[in-house]
């Protein structure tokens, strides 16, 4: 059984979201923002996987051991691969503008401006750009600048046309930060013309080295990756937090892992400041790129009012069980409910969490926090929870990437408000997302639960497909009460009949329920496993699925992104069928089914199959009661793989290539809201008589005639 390289694989899943750039079917402006999301893919790859790549080279023997292979040869493949792909990106955008021209969309650059737009660009220039922008004259200082990770920057030339004047060097910082990329001019009939900032700073060169004899300016893109894993060394007179911020200023200042530059850079231009920063042609973290770098900003490519260039705009569902002005601690003490999220609207999470701030009964509120939106509505109802009276418990993980000082900001302010702030376990990022609310009820201490697939987060609820179970069923909740309890001390490692968690036992449990369907097809009965993960590389939970698969158990598995599963026996492909889906909105739910001879046990899940996730995090997965929520996970999980549209088939060789079959076109995203859209007109009729008075009007109608006999 071979394996595929993790970073091999991942870099397979980018080439399915160009796929996305390339799909004529794709609304023309969501196009150019996959081309954005590709880009801002790539650049957190190098900054992470390249980066740990790059150190463990220096390892020499022990990294091979380590990782199986020589971490110079992946690099080398990496590399091979990430030119192919720069070059399909670089033609597909080159196609995405004549197709924009089409619709009257014209990007401009500084050599096609008419004299009236030059004056408006001049003029923009002068009163928004000019102030913020920095110029460095690289040839007048010893030390070579340094360059930020995530920025852009123009190298600059001057020179002269006499020949008279030694040519100079200037760096210019692209301030995206504090002026848009792109800037929309004056309309020109049906024409509508967009600029990006980094043609409107060449188009007035002039105006910046004024102060210069010179009269000629050749600038071009360049743009440095650095490492970005955090450094956290153990210095027990340090707090996690002063760890963590000390990380942080280490990160901006991490080693170079590649850097990227306009392929028509002046050549004389390029050997200098190479020599400058200590670089040389040949050097394997260089990239000859395109014109334009950091593409992620095209995911906010101004739409102009173009909503037909668009997806269409779809409404959030209101879960059938979830009614506006109706506690949801009421509705969720008779029956679990399940949201679908981005197709529900996570305004029911936050509800809860407000309902339960003011409630008088409610004593407790505890949370799992690992992302949070900018401006989280989340914490602002713990903040109000606290000053409601309720004694509030929050798990912040300051690990989460790339959000971590974010997550110190929203620690200082709910703590400076009086909650309760811990930071997880040492050594161990808490991934799991639960919240547990603690009601006193007639003396007695009543709970209710949310455990999600995916982060309390109302921005990325809007893109991001996960599932939501609100609960409150005593074997949920008792245990997860044991898991905060764990948070606070440690010492203690609860011993859990209905949870799987990592890194404890989670899998030992999935082994055991894989060995069971083994047993179950060896004496000819139902088995099957369906998975769904964002990511499997964990190459002995991947060998305990192919032994499965050659013992005759039906496996189906949704991967989104990496998957390590490489080149199989026949009579284990013959039972494996492994699908990635990738559209509009990004698959993010994990969900396991085991078929168990009829008797499904299903678990929604926080943990890919990654070593990290199963030996080095606190995750969980949880398991399904309810039989409703049972069938719709299975009615959702079958919707999915029968996906024609979006589905691509995984295998061995990475091709990516779309899964066709003679069935009518099914796309899943698609399907999955109007499935969930049926289920609430259902529910709607089924409260309607057939003489068209809801029920719960006749219901009340009834009631008030029965008191009226009685009074009589």
Known sequence: MRFINREISWLSFNERVLQEAQDTTVPLLERLRFLGIFSSNLDEFFRVRVATLKRMASMGKRAKKTIGESPKKILAQIFERVITLQNKFNFIYQQLVQELEQENIFILNESDLTPSQG?????????????????????????????RDHSIY????????????????????????????????PKEGEKNFVMLLDDVIRYCLDDVFYIFPHDTFKASMVKLTRDAEL?????????????????????????????????????????YFLKRMHMKKGDDNLVAGARYHNFKDFMNFPSLGNTHLLYPRQERLLHPDLKQNQSILQVIKTKDVLLHFPYHSFDAFIDFLRESAIDPKVTEIKITLYRLAKNSKVANALINAVRNGKKVLVVMELQARFDEEHNIFWSDRMR????????????????????????????????YANISTGNYNEATSKIYADHSLFTADKQITEELQLMFEFFLNTYKVPDYKHLMMSPTHMRKRLEKLIAREIELAGKGKTAGID?????????????KIAEAAKAGVKVRMIIRGTCTLGTISDEVSENIEIISIVDRFLEHSRLLIFKNDGDNLIYLTS????????????EMAFPIFDKGIQKEL???????????????????????????????????????YTYLNEKIESKRKALIAPDGVPVAERNLNKSSKSNVLQKH
């Open 119 to 147: 004056a408006f660009v001049r003029n923009y220039f002068h009163h928004e750009v000019r102030a913020v922008l920095v110029p460095i004259m690289v040839d007048a200082i010893e030390e070579f600048p340094y360059l």
């Open 154 to 185: 123009l190298a600059v030339l001057l020179s002269d046309s006499t020949g008279s004047q030694k040519p100079k060097y200037s760096l210019i910082e692209i301030p995206t930060d504090n002026v848009s990329r792109f800037l929309v001019l």
């Open 231 to 271: 450094d956290l060394l153990e210095d027990f007179n340090q707090s996690v937090m002063e760890k963590i911020e000390k990380g942080i200023k280490q990160r901006k200042k991490g080693k170079p892992v590649r850097l990227i530059y306009d392929a028509a850079i002046d050549s004389g231009m390029l050997d």
């Open 416 to 447: 400076d408000e009086g909650a309760q702030v811990i930071f997880g376990i040492q050594g161990l990022k808490v991934h799991s997302k639960v919240c547990l609310i603690t009601r006193r009820e007639k003396g007695e201490i009543f709970q």
């Open 531 to 543: 998975i769904k993960l964002n990511n499997v590389a964990d190459q002995d939970m991947l060998q």
């Open 607 to 618: 943990a890919d199959w990654m070593i990290r996730n199963l030996n080095s995090r606190v």
């Open 634 to 672: 299975r009615e959702y999980f079958d919707i999915q793989f029968r996906d024609n549209v979006k589905a691509r088939i995984m295998d061995d060789e990475q091709q990516n290539n779309y899964k066709k079959n003679q069935n009518p076109p099914l796309r899943s995203q698609e399907q999955i």
